[in-house]
């Protein structure tokens, strides 16, 4: 009965749209660097949560923990490309329910600092940007281009009618606005003020000149100069390597007054593949953290809670050809709550610092979620190799060219490049790779390459073939060429011209095959369920064939919705499908992440069926597992807080 009472004020809470008051005011109070929330002096203790990297179902417990830990606050971007996947057609449902997300947060009492980007890094997937921008005639991101700025505008356009009866003077809880996002860190002669004042003047067509608007920037003069708009209010962000005060000293040259203001205070950090897991020291961030209150600032932990890249939303770095990094999986970012929402020393070390300085709200904090673990291996019985049933996954195409993705209007997932040649052959050359190739002759696999391994992504593959393959050059043979598109660069100038697939050619025996007849096949791969309905009528690889690409599955039983994490140890590289959830990428051979998270709410009561898309070697047992442990730092775990803050 009690449950279903607090459920009923839970639905009242959430649905009911907030209701505007003359009394809600929030502003900044420039002669005492403050803000006033009604009248009244006020700092903000944020924590920033991704609504974009949590299933929804547990946005209330997350919120619910920020808030014991003492903060008033919680911050978050708006991803553009989770809206709006196809041009023109958007999506505020489930996940991308901003409007729930903002009623939550105020049911919780916690205020909102909202960063709708466009542009928002994030280590998201080409820093939020619809991928479908690339495709435009003329176009260039983040500076005042036409089918840049006409394509935010229709963005916004459906976006902040959604949002503004949210905002704090309508009766809701957004009590800062970002425009654009770290924009003095863009490119280093990039300082397009009239891009920045554009986006100032649409956020005021709709939410007016009252709400606090900001931008945000760092650690140079350059980027807080470019970054800015004359008269608006600076935030800076930086991480606890970083002295507080001589931080505001900086903030002094370019705003002698104003709230002092670490919009994301930088408590972990992200991984990449092939790199650490971050770790940064529960102590020092309370230190630095209780130094910032000292000073009376206002501080957003980022993140305070990470959350996850599900599916093909992770980000990537380049900055120049050969310099490619991709971000795992896992946004676990070391916060104060893990990737499953659990409490660390971390969050208990903040909410002291907290206890200093207000009345924590009456605990107790819940305890961590149970974790399931799987008793028996699962056999990944059903087999289907990608190249004997391509037809079931993508519709073909022959073209001149082994053209782009973009072209083929896909965002993500793979590509795959076939060219019927015969004569002898001495070797493949790849040029301009985005951004991982796996090449085949017939069935037998040459190799791979990733772009991060080889400037501009060029692989010269072994001499001599014919030889080594007992090619039969009069007969001819296949060339396939599988590529995955790892993530779309989301910092940098670089990210503007990051197309995926065969960016550049292919060279045979050093002629360039370019213009041959290619046979192209797109391969989002966003789900492998439709073609699991079809199981019975798939063809099976011929025998002794040796390993091609392919779908793994296995069925098992799990009568509880708690959270585990799917183990892909004996695989090599590939997508794991949890029943209708791709859960991202797997690649526990680079580390330093090894387990993907699998949220309790994406299995089924009883049967589920999980999969693997596995492009380079079968495990040899065939089977999989779910434990109850993360693994986030196959590698040695170090102290991170030598990472370099770009
Ligand atoms: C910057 C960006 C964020 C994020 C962090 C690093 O500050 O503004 O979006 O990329 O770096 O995690």
Redo the contacts with the bound molecule.
Sequence with gaps: MIKCFTLLVGLLLVNVPPVASNSRSFSVDWDNDRFLKDGKPFTYQSGGMHYFRVPHQYWSDRMNKIKLAGMNTLQT?ISWNSHEQVEGEFNFEGDNDIAEYLSLAQSHGLNVVLRPGPY?????TF?GLPYWLLNKPGMEVRIYNKPYVEAIAKWFDVLFPIIKPFLYENGGPIITVQVE??YG?YGPDVCDKKYLQFLLDLNKKYFGENPVYFT?D?TSDKRLECGAIPGLLKAL?FGPGNEPAQELKMLRKFQAHGPFING?Y?AG??DKWGGRHANRSATKVAKSFDEMLQLNASVNF??FHGGTNFGYTN?AMSGKPGSYNVRVTSYD?NSPLSEAGDTTDKYFAIRNVMSKYVELPPGPVPPNSPKWKSSVDIQMKTQISLFDNLEQFSTCVETKLPSLMEHFNQSDGFILYQLQWSGPLQNISLYGVHDRATVFVDRQKIGSVNRMDFLNGSLILPIELSNQLNLKPDQGYTITILVENLGRV??GSYMAIDFKGITNMVLLDGENVNLEKWRVCPLPLNTVQPALQKVDNLRYPPSGSPFTPTIFCGSFRKLNGDDTFLDPRGWEKGMAYLNEVNLGRYWPTEGPQVTLYAPGVYFKQGENTVCLFEIETANPENTLVFTDVPILDKKKQGNSDDLV??
Aim: charged fraction near 20%; charge should be negative.
């Design positions: 971007y928002i890094c994030a280590e998201w820093g996002n770290e860190a945000m760092n962000d994301e930088w950090w992200f980022y993140m980000g970012y989301n910092h803050d770009f």
